[in-house]
C-alpha cells in the first residue's frame, strides 16, 4: 500500500510491476558518445521524473540532460573528455569527475579548482583521460542538496580492446528520502542526519528507477558496474541467479579477479566492476539485491529467456591501467584522526582558524573533526613531492562508518602485514578502526580528501593535500 512503500524501504515481494527499463546497446551508445572532441553540452536543469511507485506523483529533480541519473558518458581510454556545463539551475554548481586521475584545474570543486558556475552560465571541462574504467560524475557544490536532487551520472572509460561480454550495464544505485507526495524532502541540514549516519533515502533506486529491469539469456556474460551515488547508505548487495568475478575496484582492474563474495559491501562512490554469468534458468528472474536487517530489496531485475551460449570459461584480468609505484620504505606517514558526531561529541575543534566549543560547533551545522579542525583547514594535511610516497594512518576515533576519499590519485590500503591492498579512490574505514592507505603523489595540485557521506562533508570532515 502508499503508506507502507514510504514509511521505508519496499521489500522484495510487495514491489510493483514497473514498465522496463529502456536499455540502450553498448555500441550504439559508443559510437554516439565518441563522435569528435567537440564540446557535448551537459545541460543541468529541473525536470519532473517518476521515481516513486506509479500510484505516486512524479518527482522534480535536478537533471542532467533532462534525466537522473544524468546521461551515462563513455569514452575511449586515452580519448579526452569535453563538455561544456550549463547551468540552469536556482544555485550555483560544479561537476566533479570522481575518480578520475585529473588535470587539478578540472577537478571541479568550488573555492579550491574552480569558481562556482553561477545559475545562466556556462563552464567548459576538458581533460585527459588515462584510465580505463568505472567513474562517476555529481555536484560538487551544496552537494548534500545537489547530489540528492539529481545531479550524478556515470562515466564509463572503455578499454581500448572491449572484453568479451554481451553486456556492459552501469547500473547507479542510490536512495532518496521523499516525503509522502513523493518529493524530495528539503530539509537538508537535519542536524541528527548531520551528526549521525548521514541523510539515508527511504526508496532505493537502480538507475532512477525502483527497479531496473534488463533482459538477459542463459549463458549471457554480463559487466555490472556498480557505482553508489548515494549520499550516505553503505549498500550490502547480494546477487541471484548470476554468478561470476569482481574484476575492478573504483575503476582499477584487479591484478587476479576475485570470486564474487556472498554480499558485497559498496560504500558511498565507490564503485565495483563484476563479470557475472547468467546462471538462472530460462523464464526465471535473476537479481540484484540490497539486504537489510529486515531482509531483501530487489535494486535490478533480469528477466532470462533461453540463449544459446556455452558457459564461458573464467575470465582473464583486464588489462592495467598506469601505474604509479607506491615506496612504502621510503615514504613520509602523517595521522589523521577522526572525531566527532554523535555519543563522541566534539569538546571543540578550529572552524576556518577560529577555535570553537562543541556547542558553538553544533550551533554552525558542525559535528566532525579531522586533527581537531572541522570544515576544509587553512593549510593542507600533508604538502607532498611530485612523485613521493605519502602514508596516513586513518584513525576512527568516531561511533559510526566514513567512506574516505582522495581526489585525484588512487591510494592503496597498507594491510596489517604489510602488504598493499587493491588500488581504490574511497575507502570505507568502521566505527573504531584504524586504517593505512598509501599512495604515490604522482599528480600536482590541491586535492579535496574527505569522507564521502555527503552530510559528514557538510558536517566538517574535509580536509586536503597539495602535491607541487
Ligand atoms: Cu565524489 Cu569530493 O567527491
Ligand atoms: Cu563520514
Redesign the pocket.
Known sequence: SRRHVLAGLTACASLPALPRFAQASVAQVSTEANAGSAAHRLTLAPARQQIAPTDYPATDLWCVNGTMPGETLRRTQGARLVVEVDNQLPQATSL?W??IRIDNAMDG?PGVTQDPIQPGTRFTYDFALPDAGTY?Y?S?AQ?VEQVERGLQGALIIEEPDAPDVDQDLPLVIDDLRVTAEAAIDANFAVPHDLSHAGRMGNILLCNGKMVADHPVKTGDRLRLRLINSANARIFTLGLQGLEGWVMAYDGMPLATPEALPDRLLLAP?QRVDLFVDVTAAAGEDAFLVQFERDGGYELARFPVASGTRARRPAPSALPPNPDFPIDLPSARSVDLITEGGAMAWLSGARFKGEELSGQDLAQLGQFWAFNGSAGRPPEPLVTARLGETIRIRMVNDTRFPHAM?L?GMHFSEVRADGSLGPLRD?LLMLQGETRVIAFQAHNPGDW?F?C?MLSH?AAGMGTWVRVT
Open positions: 566533479h570522481h575518480g570543486v562517476w555529481h560538487h552537494s562512490a576519499h581526489h574511497t579535496l574527505h564521502h562533508h
